[in-house]
């Protein structure tokens, strides 16, 4: 057990697995990117294989080593320049890299202008296979990383395991967040461009070091990242002052998702019928409707979880009915939900699930009581949103 406690390979250790969580980074981008031509339900799941298919990759390649060694013997030479197997597999994956977010910024930009129609959805399957093919391709830098940094096998395979777990772990919060802002998506697919171009120059045998590639990356995230939080504060604090929905109504390249609790009140009638002012001034919108329960936990212990689920679900019912028959006449498609606990973290928490735009909340009562606590209510779902709130008097 002695070898375990060595600083020397102790250090290895833990210098390998930062670089290989480092260059995971392409991986995780380009995974990304892919996703978002997949339905909701499937993102995750693509998110999932893909980093599983990313680590098996590099396994097997570490185990292959010999047989990477023997693909940087030239094959053949052209224009005086000679091209081995893994100069011709980077310049391969750096002309899909290429294509593709040059392919991808153009459908943005031509559905941010209504000129694209609406997005076709990928097939799953097209999307694993695309991922699989840049998995081969990111993992040679990783896997000659690893064989650079240590001497160990078993280093390099826990080395390899603890970085996916590490980016397995972060990479669902990344992909939401580059999901949920349009700039920062475009970010990503420059990103992307940025790392086929990198590519296509180590296929030709000129080396780009990756430390200006990653600074570069990181640099913008910084600046782009302080732009989504002026944004998102100034939205809040406007809406806060005014009492309105200060900010841009439409997301880039697709409907207006809009989320509208309701609770059967004349106040969520209004709300509604705002959506329905956007959609008849030519605003594509993708509504949803949420009545959140308070939690009666309590209860269970004497009634049981499936009664008071029931109860839950009749009173839910009684809520949403007229405002589904409000939407209805309205001529608004609506989704519904039913969500449970305190209404500004579960409005927050459905928000962050469907990818809403925005969330549209009926506000204002007839008498002081209920003045009182829908601004409550209101407050406490700006407290907890993430995406601009619309306060409908």
Known sequence: MDWLLSP?????????????????IDNIVMIAVIANALPERQRDHARLVGLSLALITRLLLLFLISWIAGLVQPLFSAFGQPFSGRDLIMLGGGLFLIWKAVHEMHAAVEEAGGQGGPRQVGSFSAAIAQIVVLDVVF?????ITAVGMARDLWVMVVAIIIAMAVMLFASGPIMRFIHAHPTVKMLALAFVLLIGMA?????????I???????AMAF?????????MVSRRRARSAALARGDGAGPLVSAGRPLKVLIPVDGS?????????????ARNNTPVDVHLVNVRPSIGSARSYVGVDAVQEF????????LAPMQAVAERERLAVT?????????????????EIDADRIVMGTGAGNALGGVLLGNAATDVLHHAAVPVTLVK
């Open 336 to 352: 519904v939900h039913v969500a449970v606990g305190s209404i500004g973290a579960a409005v927050a928490r459905l928000a962050r």
């Open 312 to 319: 839950q679900r009749r009173e839910a019912d009684k809520a």
């Open 139 to 143: 993992s040679f830098d990783s896997v």
């Open 199 to 207: 590519l296509v120059a180590d296929g030709f045998q000129f080396h």
């Open 220 to 228: 913008s995230v910084l600046v782009e990242s302080l732009n989504v």
């Open 266 to 278: 004349a106040s969520a009638e209004r709300a509604i019928r705002e959506v329905a002012e956007l």
């Open 209 to 215: 070091p990756k430390g200006y590639i990653y600074a």
């Open 8 to 24: 020397e390979i102790l250090a290895s250790l833990v210098t390998l697995t930062a670089l290989e969580i480092v260059l995971g």
